[in-house]
């Protein structure tokens, strides 16, 4: 198992922030406590191991823990298939999320005529929650077809139209479903995992100590009848001008696919993907995904 000292910055960041916030609290109460028992000048002893054994994380009391790992952000998992359309299903309001609203135009009514379908499964902020969730949804190897997950930090609402997804785009592999029914369920898990843990973006790991925004914003796994997508959306995409800027941030997003294709996925750098239903692991930008034929440019991995 890694040292913690291997975690990535906001990782690392999040696990301290979790025992520092149980030491204080433990702290808090022995004082409290004294307070109220002693006499003046009486100096109360602290027992730090005692402290130290009545902090207990899910690894060590599955069952009982009172110590959660907090994740650096908030996700919020959706739901759609044919199933749900039309459907009056329980879910939280809409107008809940501290969002800009989505444009009057053509394309942000359509968005929003969709957004009727889409159901809100349930959001969560640490890794125990993160693992109750998993350990009681239907794995996309189960899911109908045209059936679609999607895991966004909490806030974003998994549309193009949406403030944090507007200028940006997407990687994404399509996987024939035949041939990756087996797969389907792990590649998926990796890519959450991924996405929570903030190691898609391996800037935050590189400069851990600027803290940059991550890029990332949310992850998609889809079902169709005869193949799987899974993809990755970026708040930014490279406009291909040349300037400086972009040429970096094409760096950073050409970074982001290599390890969506090899730390994630587990394919080799170099591997061919391509072939009948497959494609290879590609960005493209949501705006050039409008477009047709040759006019959209792709990232290819």
Known sequence: MASASTLP??????SKAALNAALAEEEAKIAANGDAQSEDGEIQEVDMQQQADAIRTV???????????????????????????????PQTPMSSFPQTPLPHTPGGLAAQGWMEDIKRVISFDSVEEFWGLYNNIVLP???????????F????????????NKNGGKWSIQLPKDKNRGHIDKMWLY?????????????????????????ITGV???????????????????????????????ERIE?????????VLGYSEGQKLAGPLATEVEFLSHKDSEKKGKQAKKIVV
């Open 9 to 14: 910055g906001p990782a690392l960041q999040a």
């Open 59 to 89: 690894f060590n009391d599955p069952t009982n823990f009172n110590v959660k790992h907090p994740l650096y952000s908030s996700w919020t998992l959706w739901f759609d298939s044919p199933a749900t359309k039309g459907r009056n299903l």
């Open 141 to 151: 190897s189960l899911l109908p077809q045209k059936a679609n997950y999607y895991l």
């Open 153 to 164: 930090k909490e806030g974003i609402i998994p549309a193009w139209e949406d403030e944090a």
């Open 191 to 215: 890519t959450m995992l991924a996405a929570i843990g903030e190691t898609c973006d391996p800037l935050l790991e590189a400069e851990p100590d600027q803290q940059p925004q991550s890029l």
């Open 220 to 250: 998609i796994v889809s079902t169709r009848p005869q193949f799987y997508r899974l993809s990755i959306w970026t708040r930014s995409a490279p406009a291909g001008t040349g300037a400086p800027e972009d040429d970096k941030l094409r």
């Open 255 to 263: 970074a982001i696919g290599r390890h969506f294709k090899t730390s």
